[in-house]
């Protein structure tokens, strides 16, 4: 009895290693590759991605008298610290509280934006969008369209934390962006770190179509960058070729971005190959011509999201850019 206790105890111990050793991987996925370029010259100062779109909405605030932010918790700066000391600048009248009701912040957001004003909701976490989804995909995405192009929903930015941090669980870790890029009229943004939020979520504020911006959450305080102090926008629907190459094309959007990036250079030391690494930055709309123009060059392609794979973005993508290399070939027989 005492040799199979032993043998049990032992068994159980290795067991609990193993699965502490994944666990870690899990929680360290990544290798952050920080941007090294500014989008324009002038006065950087180090910052976080929590901390760049702090200073983006702080930007929006000061020059947008308009501008209000709101939603669950964000008067002392909400869970992830986004919102802090936002309040104590600008008034509770342009930072405040909401009741914690998701589809009430999103119809308040719609009304806001209609009425002219420029409105900032946040939603906790992405994984509790959902009650919002009608106000969403029925009001906000419509405004423009049931109205015959008179009636634009004004500036509606909808943020939203998501997609895995190492812990969790389900309820706090979902990549929900597929859902939405079914729906004209939104647009859909995922930035991948510190200068690209700040240029994006300017962007999204400043545009008359209403923008969901997903901020990936792992990379609020692990992503750090030189980010210009100054106003600078990046443009929604535009990817970027982060590295160039011919032996395969890469894409992804947030966090999978530094996966690839990774990817590549192990693809460089062990292979010595060199493969192209394509950040989409806005799945809604999304850059066709810059990325079907790179697997014409490369004649190979891998896709990476965490969203799940049954009806992911990627999916569109794979469908895509199969149709045109089938065209394309087509197109050089005749």
């Avoid at 929903?153 to 979902?174: E, I, M, N, W």
Wanted: glycine share 8%; hydrophobic share 40%.
């Amino acid at each position: 009895m005492n040799a199979l206790t032993t043998q049990n105890v032992s068994t159980l111990t290795k067991l609990v290693k193993c699965v502490n050793a994944y666990s870690k991987r899990l929680s360290s996925h990544f290798i952050y590759f920080p941007d090294n370029e500014a989008p324009l010259e002038g006065e950087t100062s180090k910052m976080n991605m929590m901390q760049a779109i702090n200073n983006a909405m702080d930007l929006t605030l000061k020059n947008d008298p308009t501008a209000v932010l709101f939603g669950e918790d964000v008067a002392f700066g909400g869970v992830f610290r986004c919102a802090l000391g936002l309040q104590e600048k600008y008034g509770k009248d342009r930072v405040f509280n909401t009741p914690l009701c998701e589809q009430g912040i999103a119809g308040f957001g719609i009304g806001v934006a209609t009425a002219g004003a420029t409105a900032i909701a946040e939603i906790q976490f992405a994984d509790y969008i959902f009650p919002a989804f009608d106000q969403l995909v029925n009001e906000a995405a419509k405004a423009r369209y049931r109205s015959g192009g008179q009636f634009p929903c004004g500036g509606l930015t909808v943020r939203a934390p998501c997609s895995a941090v190492g812990h969790g669980g389900l309820y706090h870790s979902q990549s929900p962006e597929a859902y939405f890029a079914h729906t004209p009229g939104l647009k859909v943004v995922i930035p991948r770190g510190p200068i690209t939020a700040k240029g994006l979520l300017l962007s999204c504020v400043r545009d008359r179509d209403p923008c969901l911006f997903l901020e990936p959450k792992i990379l609020y305080r692990s992503a750090n960058e030189m980010v210009p102090v100054d106003d600078y926008t990046l443009p929604i629907g535009k990817a970027q070729v982060l590295r160039e190459g011919d032996a395969a094309t890469l894409i992804a959007w947030g966090t999978q971005v530094h996966v690839l990036l990774e990817v590549a250079q192990m693809a460089k030391e062990k292979l010595n190959v060199n493969v192209e690494v394509i950040d989409l930055m806005s799945i809604l709309p999304w850059d066709e011509e810059t990325v079907c123009n790179s697997v014409k060059k490369t004649g190979r392609c891998l896709i990476s999201h965490e969203a799940p794979l049954t009806s992911g973005f990627g999916a569109e993508l794979a469908a895509t850019i199969q149709v045109l290399l089938k065209l394309n070939t087509f197109r050089s027989r005749n």
